[in-house]
């Protein structure tokens, strides 16, 4: 069977979750390689969580949150995106593409876009091919 | 510790799901992973019997936790938790597995579907394991009301919630009230006056004592949940002095609809020729009671267009629903004003769906009415005349009763222009935070059951802004509305999830990031113990201190960091 991207997708539930929900209930079709999560708020998006996905086997981490100044708490999305910011920052000097991870901004009505997202994102990850991340942290562990 | 006895329904949801999903295989998939007790497959667990059948697991088998996967937890969670409490288990020890909304509905590999299906169940079965007791908190509800658009449904809307007692604020973005109905003249089919209709409501809003109108004003602000919302007014245009704060417990959105731009059909010369106009014009020609050209003469030809914009696949491929009866209207309101014209009404379909409508559809067609028929998609043309043919412009239709190309004369063509949404709905939809469709009309939460409510709980919809309707439907929906704010309201208190933020001041540092982060002030800090402490009540439970807490200190209740990674590891596995 040909690769199929795993991607693990933290949604916010008074956005994104519903705009996710608003995508199935128009019928609007995108490829199931996304794997949903709720969470109240972006804001709640630990980034240890992005790395225990990567860690546990995903090809991606896709971070869905209010747009800026919609945000259901006030602020939350900024704090996402500023946290956002640090996370690639430091994935990026751990060697890990930057296709990888990606955060978005997805409203309530916006089920096509988030359609949208998943099939850009799915497209871009599967010219990656498999993360290494599990399989090298699992050989490391060997080593040891 | 043992490991909690775990039930698993999947849900068939008719064929919804079904039909994707095989969900025989996921439920054997389920019954696999650990502590699973039971796991069964049902054609609707939301129904009774499904329900009473989680009941019944419970008390039979023991079962300690109970994982539903099936439609959306925006759409069922609260019935299943409240099956749990039924057979006395705490309602949290209950989690969700999306696979209709976000599985069955959106792929078309039943394979990959039934893949990730089963992926989202482990995901919501290892989670639920991980699940704490939690109790329901009450919190006051504000039995104030904001209303959005001063239309006939937000005109009914809001004496209905001012009557019981509430207060309201009515927020008109124009000068006047009475929204699109104050722009017509009789309404089909009992001719009544649309002004009688509506000076009556205007004058009881206006003199009401509990209604703040505010007109040239749009909401600018929305913030808080249900009970709990502030709103910022602004006036249209800004004026630049400070808006108005409210404090709502709920909100009605009544925006109405704007009408179909009829020059974007291009080939019936609205715009270009003079004696093409559309429906709201004709209108405002019946208000100011003259029927009459553009050089001010008196038609003799009057030729009414259905569709205009509506059931096409190039605009709008839904019927507006008032038009035909409305077009009926006008052939009545011609033949009495003006005897000798001869009225000529291409239609597609002639629906005459509502109460009094065939009636009235009868009535029409006994007085001199020539209804001919159009395909749709093969609209009529309509062009100018020339100077010997006695008449303004020459319609040329192909007619599918007599299969003919007919060629009749009008001075004045009436394009009957449907309904769409607002240029501003999309604002509106970010404003309140509520979905719209593809045609950009407000989303219900549920179509046939839930039709006032949506997603966003404390906001709600009434009339044509959720899709065209009829004056009733529209007055109907504005008292459903008010009905539904008002018995939550008569409770006085809300009950919300006991989800919040804790802080564990045996690993709390001190270091009050969390002070700092929380944007409604919900964290204190004890100077004396040096540690900070979440005021429960104030804490919204967005869940940013417990990601950014250096201490792990936090505890975001209902979404803990153990039950986040049950589930990241869930849907890897």
């Given at each position: 069977m040909s690769y199929e991207p795993r991607i693990v997708g933290f949604l916010c539930n008074w956005c994104s979750y519903t705009g996710a929900d608003l995508?199935?209930?128009?019928?609007?079709?995108?490829?199931a390689n996304v794997r949903v999560i709720r969470v109240m708020c972006s804001a709640r998006v630990d980034p240890t969580f992005v790395l225990k996905a990567l860690r546990a086997g995903a090809d991606g981490v896709l971070v869905c949150g209010c747009h800026p100044g919609d945000c259901h708490y006030t602020e939350g999305n900024y704090k996402a995106m500023r946290r956002f910011a640090l996370l690639q920052k430091a994935l990026r000097d751990f060697g890990v593409e930057p296709e990888r991870v990606r955060l978005e901004w997805v409203s309530a009505s916006e089920g096509q876009r988030f359609a949208d997202v998943v099939t850009d994102m799915t497209e871009r990850l599967r010219p990656l091919g498999p993360s290494r991340i599990k399989p090298t942290l699992e050989a490391d562990a060997v080593e040891r | 510790m043992s490991k909690p006895r775990i039930g698993v329904y999947v849900c068939q949801c008719g064929t919804n799901i079904a039909k994707m999903v095989d969900c025989e295989a996921v439920a054997k998939a389920a019954a696999a992973l650990p502590g699973v007790v039971l796991a069964k497959t049902y054609k609707y667990m939301c129904s009774n019997p499904g329900q009473e059948m989680i009941v019944q697991d419970i008390k039979e088998h023991g079962l300690e936790r109970v994982v539903v996967s099936a439609c959306s937890p925006r759409m069922h969670e609260r019935t299943f938790r409240a099956a749990l409490a039924?057979?006395?288990?705490?309602?949290?020890?209950?989690?969700?597995?999306?696979?209709?909304?976000?599985?069955?509905?959106?792929?078309?590999d039943p394979l990959a579907a039934t893949e990730k299906a089963t992926a989202l169940l482990r995901a919501a079965v290892l989670r639920v394991a991980q699940h704490e007791p939690l109790e329901k908190m009450m919190v006051d509800m504000c039995p104030d009301v904001l209303v959005i658009g001063g239309g006939i449904a937000g005109l009914t809307a809001a004496l209905d919630i001012a009557t019981a007692g509430g207060k309201v604020t009515l927020v008109e973005r124009t000068g006047a009230l009475g929204g699109n109905l104050a722009r017509i003249d009789l309404t089909a089919p009992y001719l009544t006056s649309a002004r009688d209709l509506l000076v009556e409501r205007v004058s009881r809003v206006r003199s009401h004592p509990r209604i703040a109108v505010k007109l040239d004003s749009q909401v600018s602000k929305l913030s808080g949940f249900v009970g709990n919302y502030k709103a910022e007014i602004v006036s249209v245009p800004s004026n630049g002095g400070a808006p108005l704060e409210i404090a709502i417990g709920n909100v009605v959105v009544c925006t109405g609809y704007q009408e179909f731009d009829a020059s974007r059909i291009t080939h019936y010369g609205y715009g270009k020729l003079p004696n093409v106009i559309t429906s709201f014009e004709f209108e405002a020609m019946l208000r100011a009671g003259r029927i009459q050209m553009a050089d001010g003469r008196l038609p003799k030809n009057v030729c009414l267009v259905h569709c205009v914009g509506s059931r096409s696949p190039e605009f709008h491929s839904y019927c507006s629903r008032?038009?035909?009866?409305?077009?009926?209207?006008?052939?009545?309101?011609?033949?009495?004003?003006?005897?000798?014209?001869?009225?000529?009404?291409?239609?597609?379909?002639?629906?005459?769906?509502?109460?009094?409508?065939?009636?009235?559809?009868?009535?029409?067609?006994?007085?001199?009415?020539?209804?001919?028929?159009?395909?749709?998609?093969?609209?009529?043309?309509?062009?100018?005349?020339?100077?010997?043919?006695?008449?303004?412009?020459?319609?040329?239709?192909?007619?599918?009763?007599s299969g003919e190309t007919i060629e009749i004369p009008a001075d004045l063509v009436i394009l009957m222009v449907g309904m769409e949404a607002r240029n501003d709905s999309y604002e509106v939809s970010r404003l309140v935070n509520i979905s719209q469709d593809k045609?950009?009309?407000?989303?219900?939460?549920?179509?046939?059951?839930?039709?006032?409510?949506?997603?966003?709980?404390?906001?709600y919809i009434a009339g044509t802004c959720a899709a065209p309707k009829d004056i009733?439907?529209?007055?109907?929906?504005?008292?459903?509305?008010?009905?539904?704010?008002?018995?939550?309201?008569?409770?006085?208190?809300?009950?919300?999830?006991?989800?919040?933020?804790?802080?564990?001041?045996?690993?709390?540092?001190?270091?009050?990031?969390?002070?700092?982060?929380?944007?409604?002030?919900?964290?204190?800090?004890?100077?004396?113990?040096?540690r900070s402490h979440v005021i429960s009540a104030v804490c919204k439970a967005c869940g940013c201190?417990?990601?950014?807490?250096?201490?792990?200190?936090?505890?975001?209740?209902?979404?803990?960091?153990?039950?986040?990674?049950?589930?990241?590891?869930?849907?890897l596995a």
């Amino acid at each position: 069977m040909s690769y199929e991207p795993r991607i693990v997708g933290f949604l916010c539930n008074w956005c994104s979750y519903t705009g996710a929900d608003l995508a199935g209930t128009s019928r609007i079709h995108y490829p199931a390689n996304v794997r949903v999560i709720r969470v109240m708020c972006s804001a709640r998006v630990d980034p240890t969580f992005v790395l225990k996905a990567l860690r546990a086997g995903a090809d991606g981490v896709l971070v869905c949150g209010c747009h800026p100044g919609d945000c259901h708490y006030t602020e939350g999305n900024y704090k996402a995106m500023r946290r956002f910011a640090l996370l690639q920052k430091a994935l990026r000097d751990f060697g890990v593409e930057p296709e990888r991870v990606r955060l978005e901004w997805v409203s309530a009505s916006e089920g096509q876009r988030f359609a949208d997202v998943v099939t850009d994102m799915t497209e871009r990850l599967r010219p990656l091919g498999p993360s290494r991340i599990k399989p090298t942290l699992e050989a490391d562990a060997v080593e040891r | 510790m043992s490991k909690p006895r775990i039930g698993v329904y999947v849900c068939q949801c008719g064929t919804n799901i079904a039909k994707m999903v095989d969900c025989e295989a996921v439920a054997k998939a389920a019954a696999a992973l650990p502590g699973v007790v039971l796991a069964k497959t049902y054609k609707y667990m939301c129904s009774n019997p499904g329900q009473e059948m989680i009941v019944q697991d419970i008390k039979e088998h023991g079962l300690e936790r109970v994982v539903v996967s099936a439609c959306s937890p925006r759409m069922h969670e609260r019935t299943f938790r409240a099956a749990l409490a039924t057979a006395g288990l705490n309602p949290y020890f209950f989690e969700m597995a999306n696979i209709r909304e976000q599985c069955s509905w959106v792929h078309d590999d039943p394979l990959a579907a039934t893949e990730k299906a089963t992926a989202l169940l482990r995901a919501a079965v290892l989670r639920v394991a991980q699940h704490e007791p939690l109790e329901k908190m009450m919190v006051d509800m504000c039995p104030d009301v904001l209303v959005i658009g001063g239309g006939i449904a937000g005109l009914t809307a809001a004496l209905d919630i001012a009557t019981a007692g509430g207060k309201v604020t009515l927020v008109e973005r124009t000068g006047a009230l009475g929204g699109n109905l104050a722009r017509i003249d009789l309404t089909a089919p009992y001719l009544t006056s649309a002004r009688d209709l509506l000076v009556e409501r205007v004058s009881r809003v206006r003199s009401h004592p509990r209604i703040a109108v505010k007109l040239d004003s749009q909401v600018s602000k929305l913030s808080g949940f249900v009970g709990n919302y502030k709103a910022e007014i602004v006036s249209v245009p800004s004026n630049g002095g400070a808006p108005l704060e409210i404090a709502i417990g709920n909100v009605v959105v009544c925006t109405g609809y704007q009408e179909f731009d009829a020059s974007r059909i291009t080939h019936y010369g609205y715009g270009k020729l003079p004696n093409v106009i559309t429906s709201f014009e004709f209108e405002a020609m019946l208000r100011a009671g003259r029927i009459q050209m553009a050089d001010g003469r008196l038609p003799k030809n009057v030729c009414l267009v259905h569709c205009v914009g509506s059931r096409s696949p190039e605009f709008h491929s839904y019927c507006s629903r008032v038009c035909c009866m409305t077009a009926l209207k006008y052939a009545h309101e011609v033949h009495s004003a003006l005897p000798e014209a001869r009225v000529c009404d291409l239609y597609v379909d002639m629906h005459a769906f509502g109460k009094g409508h065939e009636d009235f559809y009868k009535k029409t067609s006994e007085v001199k009415t020539l209804f001919l028929m159009y395909k749709k998609g093969d609209r009529p043309v309509i062009r100018k005349a020339g100077p010997d043919d006695g008449v303004d412009m020459l319609i040329e239709v192909n007619e599918q009763l007599s299969g003919e190309t007919i060629e009749i004369p009008a001075d004045l063509v009436i394009l009957m222009v449907g309904m769409e949404a607002r240029n501003d709905s999309y604002e509106v939809s970010r404003l309140v935070n509520i979905s719209q469709d593809k045609e950009g009309w407000f989303i219900e939460s549920h179509p046939k059951l839930d039709p006032v409510a949506t997603t966003t709980d404390g906001i709600y919809i009434a009339g044509t802004c959720a899709a065209p309707k009829d004056i009733p439907d529209t007055v109907a929906q504005a008292h459903a509305a008010a009905a539904r704010i008002l018995a939550k309201s008569a409770r006085g208190r809300i009950e919300v999830d006991a989800v919040f933020a804790e802080i564990d001041e045996n690993k709390c540092s001190g270091c009050r990031m969390c002070n700092e982060l929380c944007p409604y002030s919900a964290i204190e800090f004890d100077p004396v113990k040096k540690r900070s402490h979440v005021i429960s009540a104030v804490c919204k439970a967005c869940g940013c201190c417990v990601a950014a807490c250096p201490s792990g200190a936090i505890k975001g209740r209902h979404f803990t960091d153990a039950q986040i990674i049950a589930q990241i590891e869930g849907v890897l596995a």
